[in-house]
């Protein structure tokens, strides 16, 4: 028995198939196929894979129903892979279900960044984590106290308000992954925030001014246009 993490590529373009299976071998991880919808859900539920990569365009049944379908019965990671115009298919995968998206055209050091991103969330689910996060958060010279409910950037408290460091810890407790705006307004502010695009704006530029080096360059919370925010992982 292998105790390699099995990686199910969905994926109908050969070369992009071929171009992933590639990288994951080099990397220790073992790879399976899938060239449609069909062939996917049969493999997910004949060798329950560690991650999926999903292409959401593929010929029989489209990403969104396989995300959704899957979600019904498994927690398993699903990274989508999309092309950089469709924003609007990355929000609804990610709202579906999916783990974090990849675009096209991508680095392996991104795909494997991705994956283990992904592993790293299923052991800390696995592990029972408390629901309220504890102890500290760490990545550069930004570290989130859980307890104190505070921010420091080079040890030095940055003064967050309530609301600011509510969002910094949600992103925080999700380093790597991207959430969209929605998902983050509605754990914000509730399911019937109005304007609720234009205070996380607000909101997140205060919070740049206070964290960042540069905002115009933001190395600690990284903007994925179109589709939401990512805090950069977390460091030991
Ligand atoms: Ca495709």
Known sequence: MSNKYLILI???EPNIASFIGTILEANNFETMFARNGAEAIMLITSHCPDVIILDLGLPDIDGQSIIQSVRSWSNVPIIVVSA????RDKVMALEAGADDYITKPFGASELLARI??????VQLREGERAKRP???FKTGELVVDYDKRRVYVKGQDVHLTQNEYKIVSLLS???GRVLTYDSIIKHIWGPNARQGNQILRVNMAN???KIEESTAEPRY?????????????AEE
């Open 10 to 12: 969905v994926e109908d």
């Open 84 to 87: 950089r115009t469709r924003e």
């Open 116 to 121: 283990r991103t992904a592993l790293r969330h």
């Open 134 to 136: 504890n102890g500290v």
């Open 173 to 175: 407790q999700y380093s």
């Open 207 to 209: 919070i740049r001014r």
């Open 221 to 233: 919370i990284l903007t994925e246009m179109g589709v939401g925010y990512r805090m950069a992982e």
